[in-house]
């Protein structure tokens, strides 16, 4: 048992997450924007009104938490629109990178104090931002916003390895979401293999780009 903060909890990938993590018997704190029923009827803390892409709600949820102590952080909020190079949404692309990119950076720094030695920190990501797997081209804003915390992933993975904290970069696989439109592996299958991923991760593999079925993927 441990205490799990997953972010972007209430649909989708975050509300499976949780419903699992609750099931095996581990402390769930969900933090979203808004809880619906789902998420309410399940047995954990909820924080609501918590908008990753806005620094005044990240810093007022690091208030809210004090020096609760976390086993792991999984940054998991995330948003998705499509741009082609002949309609490209500048507006849609930036809060692609504010909350997809710079949301999980900015949640992680704000809760360092919340994350001992021998935590983890999971950032759901995906292969689209892999640059070597990049076949098919487009999605400009949702490509380049997951590239850009890959990196940031990375670099977090050294600058916490001295604090013994691990971070992995975790691909969910082509979910059947809202996000996806219902296309894709049932959500119980990608949340499942996303918390196997994360029960894997330590300082030996700290910085890994896993698909959530456990391959490692191209950068």
């Not at 976390?70 to 849609?92: C, F, M, P, R, Y």
């Not at 904290?165 to 996000?179: K, Q, Y």
């Amino acid at each position: 048992m441990g205490k799990v903060l997953v972010t972007g909890a209430n649909r989708g990938i975050g509300l499976e997450l949780c419903r699992q993590l609750v099931s095996r018997g581990d402390e769930v704190i969900a933090v979203c924007r808004k809880a619906g029923d789902e998420l309410q009827s399940l047995s954990l803390r909820v924080i609501e009104g918590i908008d990753v892409s806005d620094t005044e709600s990240i810093n007022s949820l690091a208030v809210t938490m004090g020096g609760e102590k976390l086993d792991w952080l999984i940054n998991n909020a995330g948003i998705l629109s499509v741009e082609t190079l002949d309609s490209l949404n500048i507006k849609a692309m930036e809060q692609q990178f504010r909350v997809n990119s710079l949301g999980p950076l900015q949640v992680t720094a704000a809760l360092l104090k919340n994350l001992p030695g021998g935590s983890k920190v999971g950032i759901v990501t995906s292969r689209m931002g892999s640059i070597d797997d990049n076949n098919s081209g487009g999605y400009y804003g949702y490509r380049m916003s997951k590239a850009a915390v890959n990196m940031a992933g990375k670099s977090l993975s050294r600058d916490l390895e001295g604090r013994g904290v691990a971070v992995a970069l975790l691909h969910p696989g082509m979910v059947s979401t809202d996000m996806t439109g219902g296309r894709g592996v049932p959500v119980e299958q990608s949340a499942g293999g996303l918390i196997q991923r994360m029960d894997a991760l330590d300082m030996s593999n700290t910085g890994s780009f896993w698909h959530a079925e456990g391959e490692d993927l191209p950068w």
